[in-house]
């Protein structure tokens, strides 16, 4: 039942900033854990940044002092703050939602971002 809906992804130039979204619907937001995951060409699909329910936030090393994550529940949506942009992070961008307590997981279908000057 729950939709996950990104966007804001694009074409970007290395050391530049992007922002992207993701939008929840068909549940409680408050009740999942959120987090943003890229796969790029030939790759595994990794972790970027992950957000609890109440806002406590974990990076992956690469990332990390360069990408916030974050959340409104208002708005019932997750944000990625993207700066200093690296060519080797060009990857399409996944959103996911875990059901707090549970083995429920939901993804979007992803937006894709692409560095390059």
């Known amino acids: 039942q729950v939709q996950l809906v990104e966007s804001g992804g694009g074409l970007v130039q290395p050391g530049g900033s992007l922002r992207l979204s993701c939008a929840f619907s068909g549940g409680f937001f408050s009740l999942y854990r959120m987090g943003w995951y890229r796969q790029a060409p030939g790759e595994q699909r990794e972790l970027v940044a992950i957000?609890?329910?109440?806002?406590?936030?974990n990076y992956a090393d690469s990332v990390k002092e360069r990408f916030t994550i974050s959340r409104d529940n208002a708005k019932r949506t997750m944000y990625l703050q993207m700066n200093n942009i690296k060519p080797e992070e060009t990857a399409v961008y996944y959103c996911?939602?875990?059901?707090?307590?549970?083995?429920?997981?939901?993804w979007g279908q992803g937006t894709q971002v692409t560095v390059s000057s």
């Open positions: 996911n939602a875990d059901r707090i307590g549970t083995q429920t997981g939901y």
């Open positions: 957000i609890s329910s109440t806002g406590v936030r």
